[in-house]
Structures are given as C-alpha cells and as structure tokens.
C-alpha cells in the first residue's frame, strides 16, 4: 500500500513538472530574459559606417532569443569607437571599429555578457 502511495506522488510531482515545462515553453521564457522586461537600445553617435575601417565577423552561441542579441549589442556598442550589429538568426556579430581591435577584447564583452565566442 505505503508503495502505490509513494508511486502517486512520484507521478503527481512529474506531471506537474512537465505541465510547467510546457508553460514555459509556449510563453518563450525560457531563458535569461524572462518576462516583460524593456531592453533600451545603446544609441550610437556616429551612425556613418565609413567612419569605421575595421570590420570583424565573429560567431556568438548560447543566445535563446533577440533580447539575449540585444544585450550583446548594447554592451558592444557601449565602448566608444566601436558599431555593432548582432544577428540573432545567425548567431553572428558584425563589429566595426575606428581601431584594431584585439580579439581578447571581443571575447571579454561576449562573455561578460554570458554568452559563447567563437572565431570566424
């Protein structure tokens, strides 16, 4: 008896949990950007792209949605000199740059933001 007992609670547990993970799923919350939370866009002052000679295509894993792009995207274009553009769909960051920029520098802001760097 005490064994169907222990049973039920085990199936009560799992199909709750497998309930929440649906939710989950269908509302896209699932990752680090839950909620409703507004992501403001970093401005750029200078919008002119022959301004940059420096182009570096880089390719970022772990990004779950735009927002994870757009936080990304702010914390590149936070640094002065620097124009960045991030392709979610791609999984792909476009930097321009008024300088050479080493690709340390590039690696630190991906991963301080959380997310995976890889060399393209």
């Known amino acids: 008896m005490e064994s169907i007992i222990i049973l039920l609670v085990i199936a ?6 497998i309930i929440n993970y649906i ?4 509302s896209g919350s699932s990752c680090c950007c839950e909620g409703s939370e507004i992501i403001k866009k970093v401005k750029i002052k200078d919008k002119n792209k022959k301004n940059y000679p420096y182009k570096k295509v880089i390719k970022i894993g772990g990004m779950s949605c ?16 620097i124009y960045a553009r991030i392709d979610f769909d791609n999984e792909e960051a476009v930097i321009l740059s008024k300088k050479e920029l080493e690709g340390k520098v590039l690696e630190d802001v991906i991963k301080e933001s959380g997310y995976r760097y890889y060399i393209k």
């Not at 009560?12 to 949990?17: M, N, P």
């Open 12 to 17: 009560v547990i799992a199909i709750i949990a």
């Open 23 to 26: 939710k989950k799923m269908k």
């Open 66 to 81: 735009t927002k994870c792009a757009q936080i990304i995207e702010n914390n590149f274009n936070k640094i002065e000199g």
